[in-house]
């Protein structure tokens, strides 16, 4: 096994989270992009597109030059895996919205650990547990915390 420096470990997470964020948000902004149109409201979008952009830019910039290189592409993978699994989540909870809370909560939970054992059979790095981790916690705070999308 690969021996990193704490440093490393800190700066994938940082990367996960940050990284899988400023996904979430562009994707949203790029879904947003016709109703910005229909509605003049195009200066606005491209500034809020571009400051994901350059956000996510900076953050690629700062841990492509401060982590292992081997972590660096399972950390690259696994950040952008964490967008489809929000989706699915996402695509769960709005199917089921009107429904009691325990199902979209039961079938994201079936989803997650079908992930998880897909996980361990592939014997993947820590990474893709850590972004697993990180799209369970933000489904669950959407549901727990009745957060409108």
């Given at each position: 096994?690969?021996?990193?420096?704490?440093?490393?470990?800190?700066?994938?997470?940082?990367?996960?989270?940050?990284?899988?964020?400023?996904?979430?948000?562009?994707?949203?902004?790029?879904?947003?992009?016709?109703?910005?149109?229909?509605?003049?409201?195009?200066?606005?979008?491209?500034?809020?597109?571009?400051?994901?952009?350059?956000?996510?830019?900076?953050?690629?910039?700062?841990?492509?030059?401060?982590?292992?290189?081997?972590?660096?592409?399972?950390t690259v993978f696994a950040t952008l895996f964490t967008l489809p699994l929000m989706g699915i989540?996402?695509?769960?909870?709005?199917?089921?919205?009107?429904?009691?809370?325990?199902?979209?909560?039961?079938?994201?939970?079936?989803?997650?650990?079908?992930?998880?054992?897909?996980?361990?059979?592939?014997?993947?790095?820590?990474?893709?547990?850590?972004?697993?981790?990180?799209?369970?916690?933000?489904?669950?705070?959407?549901?727990?915390?009745?957060?409108?999308?």
């Amino acid at each position: 096994m690969k021996q990193y420096r704490l440093r490393d470990y800190v700066f994938a997470m940082i990367a996960i989270v940050v990284g899988g964020q400023v996904l979430f948000n562009l994707s949203f902004s790029l879904l947003g992009l016709p109703y910005a149109i229909q509605n003049n409201l195009l200066p606005e979008a491209f500034l809020i597109l571009a400051g994901y952009s350059v956000a996510g830019a900076l953050v690629w910039a700062m841990f492509r030059y401060s982590i292992n290189r081997k972590l660096y592409k399972s950390t690259v993978f696994a950040t952008l895996f964490t967008l489809p699994l929000m989706g699915i989540m996402l695509a769960i909870g709005i199917t089921f919205f009107e429904s009691n809370k325990l199902i979209p909560l039961s079938i994201g939970l079936l989803v997650s650990i079908l992930v998880y054992a897909f996980l361990f059979i592939r014997k993947a790095p820590w990474v893709y547990y850590f972004m697993m981790l990180y799209v369970d916690v933000l489904a669950l705070m959407i549901v727990l915390f009745d957060i409108q999308i």
